[in-house]
């Protein structure tokens, strides 16, 4: 079964740019998760999708942050415009299922904001 | 409110050594509690999970760990170290829901 796949791996943009990143969950998975990772800190979820729908958005910065999961199977994360504090490696997730079920994570995308 | 605290930012042990790797938690709830290892410029790594049942839980590569209540701990072993064992390990937990709630991380060392 293919995994999580996450694009582009790396990138690198100058502060008030703006930058997207795509997302494939594993196919069948009705969870899908964006989490951020600071160098040195563990993961902190932005957004948690089920199908579609949004289930916890709290920790995302929505003046500048935004995500969306159309058709309930690929989502793109934005940021628009970026600052130097949003360098980190984002994370996509997903799940089968709500309650406890594993988590199975892509290889992240890693932002450096200049 | 949920938390988790990983003791220890770095740990450092010789191949063939004890590996241990400390938990502890704070969850208002009965959790759910999972390691995940992390890799260089890799993704995270599902090592093993506790949710009921057996207290002591094993994992790939290895790895166990024992969910103590009465200590609010879910430590990480492995009997003897070995190189490939080089990494950052997370400990994580949810609480009645699927939102993970992380700890700081560990970076494993392992030495000749």
């Known amino acids: 079964e293919a995994g999580v796949a996450q694009s582009p791996r790396y990138k690198i943009i100058e502060k008030r740019q703006s930058v997207a990143f795509w997302c494939n969950p594993i196919?069948?998975?009705?969870?899908l998760y964006w989490y951020q990772q600071i160098l040195g800190q563990g993961p902190k979820l932005l957004i948690q999708?089920?199908?579609?729908?949004?289930?916890?958005d709290s920790q995302l910065p929505k003046d500048r942050f935004s995500a969306e999961r159309l058709k309930g199977v690929d989502s793109t994360l934005k940021i628009q415009p970026a600052k130097l504090e949003d360098s980190a490696v984002y994370l996509c997730?997903?799940?089968?299922?709500?309650?406890?079920?594993?988590?199975?994570f892509g290889p992240g995308t890693r932002l450096l904001v200049l | 409110a949920q938390s988790v605290t990983q003791l220890g930012s770095h740990v450092s042990v010789s191949e063939g050594a004890l590996v241990l790797l400390r938990c502890n938690y704070s969850s208002s709830v009965p959790p759910y509690l999972f390691w995940y290892v992390q890799y260089p410029n890799q993704g995270l790594q599902l090592l093993l999970k506790y949710t009921t049942g057996a207290t002591l839980v094993k994992g790939i590569n290895g790895f166990e760990a024992e969910f103590k209540k009465s200590e609010t701990s879910f430590h990480l072993t492995k009997p003897s170290a070995h190189m490939s064992d080089a990494a950052e390990y997370f400990c994580a937990l949810t609480g009645g829901g699927n939102k993970l709630t992380f700890g700081t991380g560990t970076q494993l060392k392992v030495e000749l």
């Open positions: 997730a997903s799940s089968s299922a709500r309650g406890g079920e594993t988590q199975y």
């Open positions: 196919s069948g998975h009705a969870t």
């Open positions: 999708f089920q199908n579609n729908g949004v289930v916890d």
